[in-house]
């Protein structure tokens, strides 16, 4: 792997084997930067590979690396550790544009004395593209990005969801290997997001570009996303798809930060066969979770995670092969289509309880009123 | 206050005489004095109050030797503005070396403000420091020192070393207004370049040399202007090259003529073409 040559040897040898290379891969990326005396790690050793057409996101919280590990990607920045593979190929050391990946900057970075179609055609002309050839991509993709007669605009005399889309179409009409787009929706308003959310999703799925998609909002990630990477403090957290990483966590962090996560601490009370395996929370209850951390023995203090649309609330025990744990309601908060019910258990956590407001059975639990916790043991995991 | 309110008389009735009604209210407002407007307005008369009397003597068809008291109008100075081939010469002398200033002082100062805005080097806060005291440390100083420079370095002063010590001055000038264009360029418009296929130079060639361009006019015009009327560097400096204003000094004692009016107007006339150029061609980048 570490071989000079290995760069220009692997993908043919993976073609040979009848595997197409992924279009990114990352072994081992790690980035610090020395500001002063001391290093901060903003990327601590990640390991991925995007396969050619996928829709993948990198998500986390502000500061996690994100943009760093993006910006080694693009090639503005060189890993200190690890390498870069684009299409199976190293890339470490070739600069930006020599690279096939583009990128859709968050603050756009529209040239500002060039009107929208010399923008577009900006990467084509370096590429010294023939001039007929460029003025029929250029108006091909700013058709597909609803743009045509704005062609002749300036930057400045267009709305940010229009600058928005005059960015992707610069880095679309260069049928890059990868698109990478560093929180593309940030700088627009709730509405216009969302509809941007979609168009952008139609857009990757007509022309079939690999994206990469840095966002530190969840719903974006997991509505448009193939992929997720979950990130946080320079690593990933969990790789998996939108539904896995909402379903099954892997970590309390993803638990937390994704979507609202119920964790319970406890204490893990047997460890045998398949399971469901029973978990103490304290003051007597006992739960069922379907699966333990690796490594986990009887006695191990572990954290119960479990969504709050995933538990059923009643007034009465409904028994059965459940878990059924009874509380005390401490809040309730209506929002239209279900109600948010913040329930505290006997040893004194809280769970956060989510009901829809179907028609034919409403709640009568207020404030103060005891209610009983059910949900299935499949839908509840420990988490170290 | 109250007297803006009240708007038309309250008694009129509503099938009065309606037309002149909101005539006389519209009117009532106007009578209050726009003091921006007037200020404006003196600052304007104080600065080419001189600029109106340097015009107007070069129309003045003076008794003697002396252009100072209006004695009638004549179109003669400008058919004769060539009169003294001393004074063409030295007007020569002072646009050619002002052109020359402003192209060095303007590359020069583009690339130190494209340093200083962009990278972080060692020395940086010692170039500013530099750049600044060469901006604030009196002419006088300043001639003084360059000339024992070239002294010392067996320099013959002359048309060049007026150059190099107007470059010198002027540098600065130009490095702090580009500087401070540099520094509110967003970075991502380079990488955008980069990240589109365009190597280094390209990028600077595309991108960076036209999103500073107003602002090198403007740092060379001022370079320009600098190196035309400087005075007091240029006697230390300039050996025995005469450019316009050591010459118009020199004749003060015999009676400056009138050409020096004419050719002072047409400059002035210049600087403004110039000016609105470059105001027209920064409307119409934006
Ligand atoms: N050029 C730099 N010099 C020093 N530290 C840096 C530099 N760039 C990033 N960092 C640090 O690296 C860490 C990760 O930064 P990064 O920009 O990748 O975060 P991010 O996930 O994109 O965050 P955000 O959501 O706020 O954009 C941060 O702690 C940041 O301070
Ligand atoms: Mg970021």
Not at chain 1, 249 to 268: E, H, K, Q, S, W
Not at chain 2, 126 to 148: H, Q, R
Not at chain 2, 240 to 268: E, K
Request: hydrophobic share 45%.
């Amino acid at each position: 792997m570490v071989t000079t040559n290995s760069s220009t040897e692997e993908p043919a040898e993976a073609t040979r084997r009848g595997e197409v290379a992924p279009a990114i891969g990352l072994e081992g990326v790690a980035k610090s930067y020395r500001s002063g005396s001391e290093t901060v790690r903003a990327v601590d050793g990640i390991d991925l590979e995007i396969a050619r057409g996928e829709f993948f996101s990198l998500l986390g919280p502000s500061g996690c690396g994100k943009t760093t590990t993006m910006r080694m990607i693009a090639g503005f920045e060189e890993p200190t550790e690890g390498v870069v593979r684009l299409s199976g190929r190293d890339v470490n050391g070739v600069p930006a544009n020599h690279r096939d990946v583009n990128m859709v900057f968050q603050s756009y970075a529209l040239f500002p004395h060039m009107n929208v179609a010399a923008n577009v055609a900006f990467g084509l002309r370096r590429r010294r593209v023939p001039k007929k050839e460029i003025k029929r991509r250029v108006d091909e993709i700013l058709d597909l990005v609803e743009l045509g007669p704005r062609a002749e605009h300036r930057p400045s005399q267009l709305s940010g969801g229009q600058q928005q889309r005059v960015a992707l179409a610069r880095a679309l009409v260069n049928e890059p290997g990868a698109l990478l787009l560093d929180e593309p929706l940030g700088a627009l308003d709730l509405k216009l997001r969302q509809s941007m959310q979609v168009e952008l999703k139609r857009i990757q799925r007509e022309v079939g570009i690999t994206f990469v998609y840095v966002t530190h909002d969840q719903g974006e990630a997991l509505t448009m996303s193939d992929r997720v990477a979950v990130m946080n403090g320079g690593l990933v957290e969990q790789l998996g798809t939108p539904a896995q990483i909402y379903e099954r966590p892997a970590t309390r962090f993803v638990a937390d930060f994704i979507g609202t996560g119920n964790l319970l601490p406890g204490r893990v009370e047997n460890t045998d066969g398949a399971g469901p395996y029973r978990v103490a929370l304290g003051s007597g209850t006992t739960a069922l979770v379907a699966s333990l951390p690796e490594g986990a023995g009887t006695g191990t203090e572990v954290h119960l995670t479990v969504r709050p649309e995933k538990i059923r609330i009643g007034v009465e025990d409904p028994g059965g092969e459940l878990t059924t744990i009874p509380g005390t309601v401490s809040e309730t908060v209506y929002m239209g289509a279900s109600t948010h019910y913040q329930v505290a258990l006997p040893g004194g956590a809280e769970v956060i309880v989510h009901r829809q407001n179907s028609s034919d059975a409403t709640l009568a639990a207020t404030r103060g009123d005891r209610v009983w916790l059910s949900w299935e043991p499949h839908h509840s995991y420990a988490l170290p | 206050m109250s007297a803006r309110l009240d708007v038309g008389p309250p008694t009129a009735p509503a099938n009065g005489p309606a037309p002149t009604t909101p005539g006389t209210a519209r009117t009532r407002p106007r009578r209050h004095v726009d003091w921006g407007r007037l200020y404006t307005w003196l600052v304007l008369a104080w600065l080419f109050t001189p600029i109106l009397f340097m015009a107007a003597f070069s129309f003045n068809d003076p008794a003697g030797k002396h252009n100072i008291t209006w004695q009638g109008f004549t179109l003669r100075w400008y058919g004769d503005i060539l009169a003294y081939p001393d004074l063409t010469q030295a007007m020569l002398n002072s646009v050619s070396i002002a052109l020359l200033t402003m192209v060095g002082a303007g590359t020069l100062g583009t690339l130190l403000g494209l340093a200083l805005g962009r990278f972080s080097f060692r020395g940086k806060q010692l170039t500013n420091l530099v750049m600044f005291s060469a901006i604030s440390a009196p002419e006088v100083v300043l001639g003084a020192a360059l000339l024992s420079t070239f002294l010392m370095a067996n320099v013959t002063t002359g048309y060049w070393t007026t150059v190099i010590a107007h470059v010198m001055f002027c540098v600065s000038f130009v490095a702090i207004t580009v500087r401070a264009r540099v520094i509110t360029l967003d970075p991502a418009l380079e990488e955008a370049a980069r990240d589109l296929g365009a190597g280094p130079f390209t990028t600077f060639r595309l991108i960076t040399l036209p999103m500073l361009f107003p602002a090198i006019m403007a740092g060379g015009l001022l370079a320009f202007a600098l190196s035309i009327d400087d005075y007091i560097i240029t006697t230390f400096v300039s050996g025995d090259v005469t450019t316009f204003p050591l010459w118009v000094w020199g004749s003060t004692r015999v009676g400056i003529p009138p050409q020096v009016n004419v050719m002072g107007t047409l400059l002035f006339a210049v600087g403004v073409a110039m000016a609105v150029v470059n105001i027209v061609m920064v409307r119409r980048r934006s």
